[in-house]
């Protein structure tokens, strides 16, 4: 890691290197089960090398408390290293070259949940999806799981935002508890024992062919009973859309 973070401090592999004042390679715990991936430096960040230490930052650590997470024991970077001008949207030669940081950081930490703030995070593991539809729900992609959020700084500029990021992030916890229980069922069919609590997470059933692309491979299916009970009645549309898209919602 310290390695990348090295690299990445003097990194000239896109047109960013131009215009940063410092690079932010991301910071955290190393072997984090969480992993935060918000979508490049702002200004504070770029005068600090740090990531999210602006008012995304403030309004970010409000939500770590939310979800009961302490800042240290998570890791937190970004889809581009480097802050845009004028912090305008990350460009695909960018993202693109910036890429390969980002899969190594994610190979090392190995983290249980990734978390994308916002919709360039979200359209690496989500493509093709919009953040309006997915904000709060997950989907195990590579046996890993994937939660998709608003962006902090989307909850500053619309304050009817920040109370529905708010009740997201309020869910973590329990995306959090489904994904060590998966771990344990893995580890536990590796042995060839049976799971201890089996049947608390299920395979939801479902006619259509599970959606696949090219960059991201969907593993299974999980919903927790009774969570998805209550909400299927008041989200029923949104269930019906993407359930067979292998949502899962809590
Ligand atoms: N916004 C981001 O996406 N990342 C940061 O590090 C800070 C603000
Ligand atoms: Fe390198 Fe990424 Fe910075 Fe571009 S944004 S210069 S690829 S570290």
Not at 65 to 92: H, M, Q, W, Y
Not at 141 to 158: E, K, N, S, T
């Amino acid at each position: 890691m310290r390695e990348i973070e090295a690299q990445v401090r003097v990194c000239r592999l896109c047109k960013l290197s131009r215009t940063r004042t410092n690079a932010v390679p991301g910071e955290g715990d190393y072997r984090a089960e969480v992993m935060f991936i918000g979508e490049g430096p702002g200004y504070h960040e770029d005068r600090q090398g740090r990531p999210f230490v602006g008012n995304a930052g403030d309004f970010l650590n409000e939500l770590l408390e939310i979800a009961g997470l302490s800042r240290p024991s998570v890791f937190i970077t970004n889809v581009v290293k480097c802050r845009p001008p004028n912090n305008r949207d990350p460009e695909p030669d960018e993202i693109g070259a910036c890429s390969g940081y980002l899969d190594r950081q994610i190979a090392l930490i190995n983290p249980r949940i990734i978390v994308t703030l916002g919709r360039f995070s979200m359209a690496r593991f989500f493509p093709g999806e919009r953040i309006s539809q997915i904000h709060g729900m997950a989907r195990v992609i590579d046996g890993r799981m994937c939660v998709a959020m608003y962006h902090p700084a989307a909850g500053l500029h619309q304050a009817s935002l920040a109370d529905i990021i708010r009740s997201d992030f309020r869910k973590l916890p329990l995306f959090i508890e489904q994904a060590r229980k998966m771990l344990t069922q893995a580890v536990q069919a590796d042995d060839g024992q049976p799971a201890a609590d089996g049947g608390d997470v299920q395979a939801l059933a479902t006619d259509e062919p599970l959606k696949t692309s090219d960059t991201a491979e969907t593993e299974e299916i999980v919903q927790a009973p009774e969570a998805a009970q209550t909400k299927r009645s008041k989200r029923e549309k949104s269930d019906s859309d993407y359930k067979q898209l292998n949502f899962f919602d809590l």
